[in-house]
């Protein structure tokens, strides 16, 4: 009778904490409207793409709702200026306190991306007007030999890569290899169609296994690292064609989805194929290897922060918000506006990976004109909490920082290139990996500029003039602009119509922007 007790209080218990998770509360969201609620088209032409304000007015807006609406994703929104489409820039769990506006929304609602047809770039290459010819290279990887095909499809899903489809888009139906698919749309298509429906790829008679896979990282000592610290990460289905892998081990494959060959670990596989998962051809699994994980010397822990899993989100360059791993932040210069009207959010992965717990310590930030930190340095007020870590966890500390936080003698630091320091305070096995740097600049707040290329942190900007192509949103080239790195969006679109535009680099790397 006892154990009966207990397994209905548990239920209890979990039915109030899911009732408490789904309880609807106020959730900061800085939105950007891309389109009026009749411009459906317009909108969509933005799905896949990152999108950037240019100095366009962002809306702080506080939704009540169960969860949060996504990041980088589109939705339609009515909060007092009537129904239109807005771009998720930014979104936390907690309210603003300086919001424009409140609104409330009862039913859990779908990015418009998600749940909307919209045309998507295909790279296709005729292989056979004929079934039999189709068969025939099944398996076969082919490469574009220039008379490739740029289509883009009006579709709810992107065909799969390197499979055989067969299609027709103005050329009579035909069978074709895919080369390329990917979430946006080419400015330069050769031809447009439509799919009312999904469409499956040509079925190859070939021996095809079930597997399930698990992520572990874009090069070999990422996906190393991410197996000998058991790091959580994404397992999918998949069928392969060809003999069964072996589990355990770490294979260099490419699942059909846009984003090229990462590391997967093997975690089991089952003789013959899953109706209801892709199917990728043997030719997409190349190399494999053993996860070697050197055991630790005994007794002590060994704090560290994880640059791959940490994130930071901020102002960099020409987007806001940049949103992205530590690892990648070292690349270029996040900016601290002088009148201290901008923040760095950070969330600092901690993770453990001595043998011993480690106790409770502190985490510290500081601005520094070197890699060092020292009394020359710039100190935050702010200072993170860290609980005990057991050995093979780890810990997400949250914080918000601003040029206020940061003094040295009661002044802020002045406009000028500093490194952002992020120290662990804690003496353990290997003290060389308790900090962590990322390029910070103290600048005047401005709009934002051009660049051609990413900004090294070591050099100042460059002067000298280079060439922008202006299109409109249907690809019809406009005009061209002599510009240097110091010119800014506005002054670029000086006399332009309001409207949606792509800008093209001189080295062919595109963006869009709206006027």
Not at 217 to 225: R, V
Not at 366 to 381: E, G, P, Q, V
Request: net charge neutral; proline share 3%.
């Amino acid at each position: 009778m006892k154990t009966k007790n207990y397994f209905f209080l548990i239920f209890i218990l979990f039915l109030s904490f899911n009732s408490f998770s789904q309880t609807p509360v106020k959730r900061g969201h800085t939105l950007l409207k891309i389109s009026s609620g009749n411009d459906l088209e317009g909108a969509l032409s933005y799905c896949g793409e990152k999108i950037v304000s240019n100095g366009n007015p962002r809306r702080l807006v506080n939704i009540t709702s169960t969860k949060r609406l996504e990041i980088d994703q589109m939705y339609g929104l009515d909060f007092g200026e009537g129904f239109n489409y807005y771009y998720v820039l930014y979104a936390k769990d907690s309210r603003w306190s300086d919001e424009d506006e409140n609104i409330t929304i009862t039913t859990n609602i779908e990015p418009i991306c998600s749940t909307n047809p919209y045309r998507r770039a295909h790279l296709l290459m005729k292989i056979s007007n004929s079934l039999e010819g189709a068969k025939a290279k099944c398996g076969v990887f082919i490469s574009d030999d220039g008379s490739a095909h740029k289509v883009n499809i009006r579709s709810t899903n992107k065909l799969q890569v390197d499979r055989i489809y067969k299609l027709d888009f103005g050329e009579g139906l035909n069978y074709y290899y895919v080369l390329f698919a990917g979430d946006s749309r080419y400015s330069d298509e050769d031809s447009e169609m439509n799919l009312n429906s999904n469409i499956s790829p040509l079925f190859c008679d070939q021996a095809t296994n079930y597997h399930v896979i698990k992520y572990r990282g874009s090069t070999k000592d990422i996906a190393n690292d991410s197996k000998c610290n058991n790091k959580s990460e994404t397992s999918v289905g998949i069928n392969i064609t060809g003999s069964k892998l072996n589990v355990g081990q770490i294979y260099w494959i490419d699942r059909g989805t846009g984003i090229g060959f990462r590391y997967y670990e093997i975690i089991s596989s089952t003789t013959g194929a899953n109706a209801s998962v892709n199917t990728i051809p043997s030719t997409d699994v190349t190399t494999s290897f053993i996860a070697y994980c050197a055991p630790p010397p005994a007794g002590k822990a060994d704090l560290y922060v994880d640059e791959i899993a940490s994130n930071i989100m901020g102002e960099c360059g020409s987007t806001f918000p940049c949103n992205e791993s530590y690892k990648n932040a070292k690349t270029h210069r996040y900016s601290l506006y002088n009148d201290q009207s901008n923040y760095l959010n950070l969330a600092t992965v901690v993770g453990n990976k001595g043998d011993a717990s480690s106790g409770s310590n502190k985490v510290n930030y500081y601005l520094s004109l070197d890699n060092k930190i020292d009394a020359n340095d710039f100190t935050s007020d702010k200072i993170s909490n860290l609980g005990s870590l057991s050995p093979n966890t780890s810990t997400t500390i949250q914080e918000a920082l601003s040029l206020f936080n940061f003094r040295k003698n009661g002044s802020n630091p002045s406009a000028s290139n500093y490194n952002l320091i992020i120290e662990i305070k804690v003496d353990d096995k290997d003290n060389s990996n308790n900090t962590f740097t990322i390029p910070v600049r103290v600048t005047a707040k401005s709009n934002s500029t051009i660049s051609t290329s990413p900004q090294n942190p070591n050099t100042s900007n460059n002067t000298e003039s280079y060439k922008i192509d202006i299109y409109d949103f249907s690809g019809t080239f406009l005009k061209s602009v002599k510009i240097n790195a110091s010119m800014n969006d506005k002054e670029l679109m000086n006399g332009m119509p309001s409207g949606l535009y792509i800008l093209k680099n001189s080295d062919g790397t595109t963006r869009k922007i709206v006027n």
